[in-house]
């Protein structure tokens, strides 16, 4: 199957980097559009997903300077098996590509942080009862 989802955000209290930082501002944080779409598979004890998810440039802090957490997307991945009623295998992989974040103020060069990405890496055995 597949499962594919956009969220589109608008909102009118938004933040005028034109002005000058004595000029009090009200703005909302975190409003940014979002996108997502996932593959998966699940048919005789086999599970399988991949799931792309990207999320758009967003204020996330106003003030005298505010700041920004930039455009980021990931790509994770996971399977599973069903060796008997109740004992599963399993693996998955968070943000596959190793993508990182960035942060930044007024304008792009005004960076604030950058947070490498790593790819994360987890198997194991479930059992139920």
Known sequence: GVILNYTIV???ATYDNTQPSSVPQFALT???D????VAYYDKNGLQ?????NC???FLAQT???PNYTE?????DASASYEFIPGLTGFVEAINLTGEGRRGHLRHNNNVTFVQ???ARYAAGVRFSF
């Open 55 to 57: 999320r758009d440039e």
């Open 71 to 75: 455009e980021y997307w990931q790509i």
């Open 48 to 52: 399988a997903r991949v799931a792309w």
């Open 34 to 37: 979002s996108a997502n779409a």
């Open 10 to 12: 608008n909102g009118d």
């Open 63 to 65: 003030g005298p300077n």
């Open 116 to 118: 490498p990405g790593f």
């Open 30 to 32: 975190g409003l940014s």
